[in-house]
């Protein structure tokens, strides 16, 4: 049995790792060995890649321990029922550090099936307000936007960069990956430079 220890921030400027130490502490109690798996990564989604690592490597038996329901998801509910099927499916025991409902083992079938249902429900009720508060978070900087009149002008173009662009590929001498490359550019890029021509 292994404990994978899951720790998930937004943006690449939150520190995914804040709960991490807290977490490994609170493994212990379990013996058993723990896997860390950490991720910059919105929790709107449900594809996530080391989301998706860790329920990949998981066993039968296994324990998925989070921080809170808000860092394992803020989902929609159809999508958080995906994700309760993937853990469900590969025998994972989710345990959640500040609900301590979900720290309970019982030998006793009744008690335990109890403690599952009641489980259940929390996890969903606060899988529900961390996705709600989200939206809400959005919905008030969206306003806090639209009143202050900022106006959102996007990334502007590298006009050299573009230009570059243009020379080689009217030289037809490189693909459009290599001219890329060349150029220090995603791929996409250096198609829509060719469709504006």
Same mark, same amino acid.
């Not at 989301?51 to 999508?79: F, M, P, W, Y």
């Not at 550090?97 to 996890?123: F, K, Q, R, Y």
């Given at each position: 049995?292994?404990? $994978?220890?899951?720790?998930?921030?937004?943006?690449?400027?939150?520190?995914?790792? $804040?709960?991490?130490?807290?977490?490994?502490?609170?493994?212990?109690?379990?013996?058993?060995? %723990?896997?860390?798996? @950490?991720?910059? !990564? %919105?929790?709107?989604?449900?594809?996530? #890649?080391?989301?998706?690592?860790?329920?990949?490597?998981?066993?039968?038996?296994?324990?998925?321990?989070?921080?809170?329901?808000?860092? &394992?998801?803020?989902?929609?509910?159809?999508?958080?029922?995906?994700?309760?099927?993937?853990?469900?499916?590969?025998?994972?025991?989710? @345990?959640?550090?500040?609900? #301590?409902?979900?720290?309970? =083992?019982?030998?006793?079938?009744? =008690?335990?099936?109890?403690?599952?249902?009641?489980?259940?429900?929390?996890?969903? &009720?606060?899988? =529900?307000?961390?996705? &709600? +508060?989200?939206?809400?978070?959005?919905?008030?900087?969206?306003?806090?936007?639209? $009143?202050?009149?900022?106006? #959102?002008?996007?990334?502007?173009?590298?006009?050299?960069?573009?230009?570059? @662009?243009?020379?080689?590929? +009217?030289?037809?001498?490189?693909?459009?990956?290599?001219?890329?490359?060349?150029?220090?550019?995603?791929?996409? %890029?250096? !198609?829509? /430079?060719? /469709? $504006?021509?």
């Amino acid at each position: 049995m292994t404990t $994978r220890i899951y720790v998930r921030a937004s943006t690449k400027d939150q520190d995914a790792e $804040r709960a991490l130490k807290d977490l490994q502490d609170f493994a212990i109690q379990y013996g058993a060995d %723990t896997a860390v798996y @950490i991720e910059n !990564y %919105t929790g709107t989604k449900l594809e996530r #890649p080391i989301l998706n690592k860790l329920l990949t490597e998981s066993e039968q038996g296994d324990i998925l321990l989070v921080e809170s329901v808000d860092r &394992l998801s803020r989902l929609t509910q159809a999508d958080f029922k995906k994700l309760k099927d993937r853990i469900q499916a590969k025998g994972l025991r989710l @345990i959640v550090a500040d609900l #301590p409902t979900t720290h309970v =083992t019982s030998s006793d079938t009744m =008690t335990g099936e109890l403690m599952n249902v009641i489980n259940s429900m929390l996890i969903d &009720l606060l899988a =529900t307000m961390a996705r &709600l +508060d989200n939206e809400k978070r959005r919905e008030r900087i969206k306003q806090g936007l639209e $009143r202050s009149g900022y106006k #959102p002008t996007g990334k502007k173009a590298n006009t050299v960069k573009h230009a570059r @662009i243009k020379q080689l590929l +009217d030289t037809g001498n490189m693909t459009k990956e290599e001219i890329a490359k060349a150029v220090g550019v995603g791929v996409a %890029t250096v !198609y829509r /430079v060719n /469709v $504006r021509g």
